[in-house]
């Protein structure tokens, strides 16, 4: 009979926990004392519950322990020793700090971080490049207040807003801010911790000139987009070399007054011929062409595309508990486990589309088959079953 050589002797969720640091888990559960309360369900086992609901796609707690009970005779293939129950899992969501899940995200951060920054195949127009912007996840009743006035009906679902920082190299959250979704995005900015000569760029959500006063002076540059109703004067207006972009329609330095500060920015006016529209770019940075600082502007996009890979393959809009903490517990295990699938897509031998290798490992959470050996040459086992000349003679020739 021919065989598969992808088969092994652990399923692909046992493969997946290996990048799971139980030492670092248990190192953060002990600084959060998120154990204290608990005799069997401990940090680690409330991770692992919690991921497995992620990477499974289920919808329920009941669903969540229905299928666990299934695979309960591999339970151990869980690194667990004792079989959540419902009850248990929804007491844990509502009690055991969210912030917990938080630190270890980070510190799983900290842990890849080199490696996902090498292994990246994007090429930042700056170094040291973050990207900021703000998600907004709709939920099924008014737990946070939601965006916007409330209608007629009287009926109005809430809303939290998840305001986010990544880097563009490893292109993952580096900071993670919670709030309702009618708070306004700018009293994020205040969060930052930026490193001097970084590069930060956001959309015009974010306008705050008070930050960018603040970042001018610790040499932090931002790029931008003005807003339509802005409020400036020309200070002066710089000359555009035949070398760059012919999109540039110009590059000035303008003054805007704010209660009783001027600010002096730089305004770049950029024309994309591919969408017909004027984009207007407000930055700090006057050594870089202006050119340059539309690129920038550019890269924004790339944060877009991380916030759609999170709600697609980790979809978050089933809820396993009714509270703040429960929601934020599934938000920061969703953003784990596509930390790990980066990580396993980066490691893999061959290119994956993410939603294509995540929908696999979907399916075969609990079978026996040999991971990597699967990514690098999916095609190899039926090759090898199409190919091979018959193990035996036939009955009747």
Known sequence: MNKSTHFTGQPIIKQLLRFLDASIINRTARAWDSDRYYKRFKTYDHLVTMLFAALSGVSSLRELSSVILACEGKINHLNMKHFPRRSTISDANAHRSSEVFGAIYHRLLSKYRSFLSDSSPRTPVVKNLKIIDSTTISLFSDILKGPGRSPLSGKKKGGIKMHT???????????????SAARHDHTFLADLKLAEGSFVVFDKGYTDYTQYETWTSQDVFFVTRQKDNASYGPVAEYDIPDSIDSGILKDEQILVQKDDKQILLRRIAYYHSG???TYIFITNNYQLAADRIADIYKNRWQIESMFKRLKQNFPLKYFLGDNQNAIEIQIWVSLIAQLLMLVVQRKAKRRWAFSNMVSIIRYHLMS???LFSF???PDQSWAHLTTKPPDQLALFS
Not at 167 to 178: G, H, T
């Open 375 to 377: 990514l690098k040459d």
């Open 165 to 179: 920082m990544i880097s563009a190299l490893e292109d993952v959250p580096q900071l993670v801010r919670f709030s």
């Open 275 to 277: 969408q017909d529209k």
């Open 368 to 370: 026996y088959i040999d």
